[in-house]
């Protein structure tokens, strides 16, 4: 997976997290507001959270060791892309420097921790220049005082160029640490040196060891490297493919020195005599890288610019016509300078194996967090929709009970109904028989009332009749007499 690989993976990993995360939240948030017990989200939440500050936090350690006069500082500058650590001809590295990247907008300190402190001490802050000279200030005030004051170490805080476009490592550091001639410095425990030095090889995910490229076989560096495999033999045979060796200054190859891959090819038999079976070279000239990259930012000073000017625009100067030598301005030199000082070769090659060793194993760590996660979310859910399906089950056959007891009452209020009916029928009837007999009853009352009339006022007439005139009389008043009428007063006033 090369560098811009893993930045892509690793920014849609975060992404995806950050989703789940959310999601998550809102989901507690709603149980909660449920009264439901949210114990459980809240442990997946809180991994979820270790995973995402993981991709953020990893730490991934380049360990930076050489011999004196090698050009240490110079290109931990170059892969800083800043002027800020002092070389000199004395060693400068007195304890272990971590070099931290910040953002281009922050501002640049340099901290120093002593031995019992947990609080740092803030040395300088500002410009790469004031840093770098309080910083060899205080380097002489150490070696002065044999460490009266117990450093153990320094951070140096700034931003880093070779890593500028990958936000993915953000924990990255660069460890400036200690070499042999250190190590021999009277006023100091070289075992102590020794053991810092050794310790950070181990815990690193990549080690750059510069060789000065006139002097790379003198007892320095063979001491270096015999006691790196004496020590760590076993370090040394597991992890082979992590350790670069960085031939600097060979832009000091003079017209009559042997080539470059004929220096590089003894300094690989010598690498293989000293046990390292696949030594990684790289060539390069990290002053002249330095010098480019300080240009194309427009942070080179005017004595940066007389520098390369002197030592690297010649050889980018093209001959015209008239047999003159014209050299093009150095900022149309730079982008040429920088790629063939190789520093940009190496940054990249170096973050590829960091990528490799510790990068691709964290991207998996986390996916697999997230993914168990996610499945227990899911079991979360799952968990709830069972609970709703009981719910529903049990609310379904309650409502198919209350559909059957509806049912059975509209049942029984049909048969209530019909038998209302029946007896309304048969009252109705009953009514209509008994109306009957009453209007039959009562005309003959009346009937009878009549005839009685009729034979009161038969038997007061002053000449009594016959027969047969009591009866044409009877038979006239009958006729005469409106019975229709009659009863229809009568049934009226009977129902009132």
């Given at each position: 997976m090369s560098s811009q690989q893993f930045q892509e993976t690793h920014e849609s990993i975060y992404r995806a997290g950050t989703r789940l995360w959310q999601y998550l939240q809102e989901l507690r948030a709603g149980r909660l507001s449920e009264g439901?017990?949210?114990?459980?989200?809240?442990?997946?939440?809180?991994?979820?959270?270790?995973?995402?500050?993981?991709?953020?936090?990893?730490?991934?350690?380049?360990?930076?060791?050489?011999?004196?006069?090698?050009?240490?500082?110079?290109?931990?500058n170059a892969l800083i892309g800043a002027d800020i650590l002092?070389?000199?001809s004395e060693a400068c590295t007195v304890c272990r420097t971590d070099i931290r990247p910040i953002d281009p907008q922050a501002t640049p300190r340099l901290l120093e921790y002593r031995e019992g402190q947990r609080k740092s001490i803030a040395i300088?802050?500002?410009?790469?220049?004031?840093?770098?000279?309080?910083?060899?200030d205080r380097t002489h005030e150490l070696r002065t005082t044999a460490n009266s004051d117990n450093t153990t170490r320094f951070e140096l805080q700034h931003p880093i160029e070779a890593i500028s476009k990958l936000s993915s490592l953000t924990g990255f550091t660069l460890v400036d640490t200690p070499g042999p001639n250190e190590w021999e410095s009277a006023s100091f425990s070289t075992v102590a040196l020794k053991q810092t030095a050794l310790e950070a090889l181990r815990t690193c995910d990549a080690i750059l060891f510069v060789l000065d490229y006139s002097s790379f076989k003198d007892n320095t560096n063979s001491e270096l490297l015999q006691d790196l495999i004496e020590q760590r033999g076993e370090f040394l045979a597991q992890n082979t493919?992590?350790?670069?060796?960085?031939?600097?200054?060979?832009?000091?190859?003079?017209?009559?020195?042997?080539?470059i891959e004929n220096v590089i090819a003894d300094l690989r038999k010598a690498l293989i005599g000293f046990g390292i079976p696949e030594p990684i070279i790289y060539p390069a000239s990290a002053w002249q890288g330095l010098l480019a990259k300080l240009i194309l930012q427009n942070t080179?000073?005017?004595?940066?610019?007389?520098?390369?000017?002197?030592?690297?625009?010649?050889?980018?100067?093209?001959?015209n016509e008239e047999g003159d030598l014209v050299t093009p301005a150095p900022r149309k030199i730079a982008p040429q300078a920088l790629e063939d000082s190789n520093i940009s070769r190496i940054e990249q090659s170096v973050i590829q194996t960091v990528v490799q060793?510790?990068?691709?194993?964290?991207?998996?760590?986390?996916?697999?967090?997230?993914?168990?996660?996610?499945?227990a979310i899911e079991d979360t859910l799952n968990t709830q929709i069972s609970g709703w399906e009981m719910e529903l089950e049990t609310l379904k056959e309650k409502v198919e009970e209350y559909r059957?007891?509806?049912?059975?009452?509209?049942?029984?209020?049909?048969?209530?109904?019909?038998?209302?009916?029946?007896?309304?029928?048969?009252?109705?009837?009953?009514?209509?028989?008994?109306?009957?007999?009453?209007?039959?009853?009562?005309?003959?009352?009346?009937q009878e009332e009549f005839e009685k009339i009729a034979d009161s006022r038969s038997s007061k007439s002053v000449k009594p009749t016959t027969k047969k005139t009591r009866q044409q009389v009877s038979n006239r008043t009958d006729n005469d007499i409106n019975?229709?009428?009659?009863?229809?007063?009568?049934?009226?006033?009977?129902?009132?």
């Open positions: 439901y017990d949210t114990k459980g989200l809240q442990s997946v939440e809180d991994d979820i959270k270790k995973a995402l500050n993981a991709l953020k936090e990893q730490k991934y350690q380049v360990a930076v060791i050489a011999a004196m006069k090698a050009g240490k500082s110079t290109f931990l002092a070389s000199e300088a802050e500002g410009e790469a220049g004031v840093i770098r000279q309080k910083f060899l493919g992590k350790i670069y060796f960085i031939l600097n200054k060979v832009d000091r190859k003079a017209e009559g020195d042997r080539d080179a000073t005017d004595s940066h610019i007389k520098n390369f000017k002197r030592f690297f625009s010649a050889r980018y100067a093209t001959e060793n510790s990068g691709w194993n964290l991207l998996n760590d986390v996916l697999a967090k997230l993914d168990k996660a996610a499945k059957k007891r509806a049912e059975s009452s509209k049942r029984k209020v049909e048969v209530v109904k019909k038998s209302v009916d029946g007896q309304k029928q048969i009252l109705i009837k009953g009514f209509e028989r008994g109306i009957n007999i009453f209007a039959k009853g009562a005309k003959a009352n009346i019975w229709e009428v009659i009863w229809r007063e009568i049934s009226c006033s009977a129902f009132k």
